[in-house]
């Protein structure tokens, strides 16, 4: 007998029923999450795709370039040696060196090895930051709009995470005034992206100077997600383009082998701490996760040969080229793109001329043109109804055709006004 699986939870539209989800749940953290919306639109399209539809992807915000090889071949090496078993909390010293020394050979950026803590995807090393850094009640500042796991790893630990509201006025970057303004005796930390998901902004060197200053003088920490690290075009010499330790040694940064690595399933993330905080972060690790994927740290030592640069440099300038086509696409549709993103893997429209908001848009896209996008409303409140992210990460082909079918939508869209 063959057998189907099931799921649980209905979707609504792009929702969930949370009353189904929440009903027995007795956790406060878990009825307070709200989905993740670019994985809920995922989930549509793969329904589609099971029932033979051709879904296009522009939702989520991963390459689809598979690991290159050097990496793959690394890893399977890694199963023939016998590397399946834990390694160190921290992950094995060969990668924490090699990480270390990629700072220095294409940043100039000195890291003590022993400051690098690699980890179970940035995701895991955000997770344990703050399980180290926050205590119940303590608030943390984030733009708004800016990656949403951020705040569920904030409540987790019983932290408050507090949107700060940004736009293209400021670059979608918050400015020390902003943090001033939201700051209070409970705040203790601001967490900052760049490139940042998900307009691609980058911050200004002379911003996050501010905001470090600003924040040092009140004893707080500044957090800085950097996983799109190596995926910038046409870089501004004001902007951080790098890393943000060469503005300032002892940031808190987090990065990942996910995105210009091309390792997403791999699961393998890094971060680099001041030296004060390494030891409770190995204690976190020990008890939270134990250790990193084994494998996957003997696979990434490849991803810093030349060879595997040149194939990841390759890769970052098909995906610029991308980001042009879509743009023009996008534009040429109807849309408005209020920053060009020189970072990362997205454009972020604002579709308020159309007479709908972000969600419906996107459900429609879906449902009557099979084009997977990811509403504002996934990435905060501040004008978010008003926008749509786009990822610029299918073929060229895929790119045409899709923002051709969304031009067929903008147009039914405003004859609907």
């Given at each position: 007998m063959t057998r189907s699986f099931s799921p649980p939870v209905v979707l609504t539209g792009l929702g969930v029923a949370e009353d189904n989800l929440l009903e027995n749940t007795p956790s406060k953290w878990a009825r307070r999450q709200p989905p993740f919306k670019v994985m809920e639109v995922?989930?549509?399209?793969?329904?589609?795709?099971?029932?033979?539809?051709?879904?296009?992807?522009?939702?989520?915000?991963?390459?689809?370039?598979?690991?290159?090889l050097a990496i793959v071949k690394a890893?399977?090496?890694?199963?023939?040696?016998?590397?399946?078993?834990?390694?160190?909390?921290?992950?094995?010293?060969?990668?924490?060196?090699?990480?270390?020394?990629?700072y220095q050979s294409r940043f100039g950026i000195d890291v003590d090895?022993?400051?690098?803590?690699?980890?179970?995807?940035?995701?895991?090393?955000?997770?344990?930051?703050?399980?180290?850094?926050?205590?119940?009640?303590?608030?943390?500042?984030?733009?708004?709009?800016?990656?949403?796991?951020?705040?569920?790893?904030?409540?987790?630990?019983?932290?408050?995470?507090?949107?700060?509201?940004?736009?293209?006025?400021?670059?979608?970057?918050?400015?020390?005034?902003?943090?001033?303004?939201?700051?209070?005796?409970?705040t203790v930390g601001v967490v900052l992206a760049t490139p940042s998901n998900p307009t691609g902004a980058m911050i200004q060197k002379a911003q996050l100077t501010a905001i470090n200053e600003f924040v040092a003088e009140r004893g707080g920490f500044v957090m800085v997600d950097e996983i799109y690290q190596g995926l910038v075009y046409e870089p501004d010499v004001t902007e951080v383009a790098t890393s943000s330790l060469g503005i300032e040694p002892n940031l808190i940064v987090v990065n990942s082998f996910s995105k210009y690595f091309g390792m997403t399933g791999w699961r393998l993330g890094w971060c680099v701490v001041p030296d004060g905080l390494i030891e409770a972060l190995e204690r976190a690790a020990q008890n939270?996760?134990?250790?990193?994927?084994?494998?996957?740290?003997?696979?990434?030592?490849?991803?810093?040969?030349?060879?595997?640069?040149r194939v990841l440099d390759e890769r970052r300038v098909l995906l610029q080229q991308r980001r042009d086509l879509m743009h023009r696409g996008l534009i040429d549709a109807g849309l408005e793109i209020p920053l060009m993103p020189r970072g990362a893997i997205y454009l972020y429209a604002n579709i308020s001329s159309l007479g709908t908001d972000a969600e419906t848009f996107s459900a429609r896209l879906i449902d009557d043109y099979q084009v997977g996008v990811t509403p504002g409303t996934d990435f905060g409140s501040y004008l978010a109804r008003d926008h749509v992210r786009f990822a610029f990460t299918a073929d060229e082909q895929h790119i045409r055709e899709g923002t051709e079918k969304i031009s067929h939508a903008v147009r039914r869209f405003q004859n609907e006004v």
């Open positions: 995922l989930k549509k399209g793969r329904e589609l795709e099971r029932e033979g539809r051709r879904v296009i992807h522009f939702e989520v915000g991963e390459p689809e370039f598979p690991a290159p890893g399977k090496q890694a199963l023939d040696d016998g590397h399946t078993g834990y390694s160190e909390a921290l992950g094995i010293p060969e990668l924490r060196i090699a990480i270390a020394d990629d090895p022993s400051r690098v803590a690699v980890t179970t995807g940035a995701s895991g090393a955000l997770n344990l930051l703050f399980s180290v850094l926050l205590n119940p009640g303590d608030r943390v500042l984030m733009p708004d709009p800016g990656y949403p796991c951020n705040e569920a790893f904030v409540r987790l630990v019983g932290g408050e995470p507090i949107r700060m509201p940004v736009d293209e006025h400021t670059g979608f970057q918050p400015t020390a005034k902003i943090v001033n303004e939201y700051w209070t005796a409970n939270l996760y134990i250790a990193p994927p084994t494998v996957a740290q003997y696979a990434a030592l490849a991803a810093y040969s030349s060879e595997g640069f």
